[in-house]
């Protein structure tokens, strides 16, 4: 897993209410992602979940509903 730094602003996340992990809507490239780890028993970040600091998880939060890419370009406008 990445450590708990934002992926929007860099901020570490030294406390658990300062924000979270966020998992999007899965892609064809997630699933197939999940099944490759499986498969050959590794473990990882998954490529559709990032973290978030205070300021920015609510917002990504209310846009967990698509995925990663869509959700990046809005919170990044």
């Known amino acids: 897993m990445k450590p708990p730094v ?3 602003c ?3 996340l030294d406390y ?3 924000g979270g992990l966020i ?3 899965k892609r ?6 999940e099944e490759r780890m499986e498969r050959e028993g590794m473990v990882g970040h998954p ?3 990032e973290w978030f600091c205070g300021k920015h ?4 939060l ?9 959700a990046m370009k809005q919170l990044q406008l």
């Not at 064809?28 to 992602?33: I, N, T």
């Not at 998880?57 to 990504?60: E, M, N, T």
């Not at 209310?62 to 869509?70: A, F, P, R």
């Open 6 to 8: 934002c992926c929007i």
């Open 10 to 12: 860099d901020k570490r």
């Open 16 to 18: 658990p209410d300062e």
């Open 23 to 25: 998992y999007f809507k």
């Open 28 to 33: 064809v490239s997630d699933r197939e992602w």
């Open 47 to 49: 490529p559709f979940a």
């Open 57 to 60: 998880h609510k917002r990504a």
């Open 62 to 70: 209310e846009l967990k509903g698509l995925t990663i890419d869509k």
